[in-house]
């Protein structure tokens, strides 16, 4: 099993920047895909960012640009550095993991993960 644990979300003027984190326990993520999703009001879950484990990276086209994925494998962690904020940016941010021994495949369903955080509120005011 692996518990997530997001942090870094808050309140941001439309420009600014936010970075997220996500903190895994349990057992090592070095061997699945991390991926950020979004929630917004009213919408579904849709895909933002994924990391493969060796660091192969995917982009939803709304936040190429803008947004980094990243990861430690080390400190069993992974962040999301957020840029450049638009208010439709605003939504809860989760962190999801899949354990998979195929690095570079995009996984964009959500029903494709295994692990979720609880989420963390991002809130981009224009």
């Known amino acids: 099993q692996v518990q997530l644990v997001e942090s870094g979300g808050g309140l941001v003027q439309a420009g600014g920047s936010l970075r997220l984190s996500c903190a895994a326990s349990?057992?090592?993520?070095?061997?699945?895909?991390m991926t950020w999703f979004r929630q917004a009001p009213g919408k579904d879950r849709e895909f933002v960012a994924q990391i493969g484990w060796s660091g192969v990276t995917y982009y939803a086209d709304s936040v190429k640009g803008r947004f980094t994925i990243s990861r430690d494998n080390a400190k069993n962690t992974v962040w999301l550095q957020m840029n450049t904020l638009k208010p439709e940016d605003t939504a809860v941010y989760y962190c999801?993991?899949?354990?998979?021994?195929?690095?570079?495949?995009?996984?964009?369903?959500?029903?494709?993960?295994?692990?979720w955080g609880q989420g963390t509120q991002v809130t981009v005011s224009s």
């Open positions: 999801a993991a899949k354990d998979t021994y195929i690095n570079d495949k995009n996984y964009v369903k959500s029903y494709e993960y295994d692990y």
């Open positions: 349990g057992r090592t993520i070095s061997r699945c895909a």
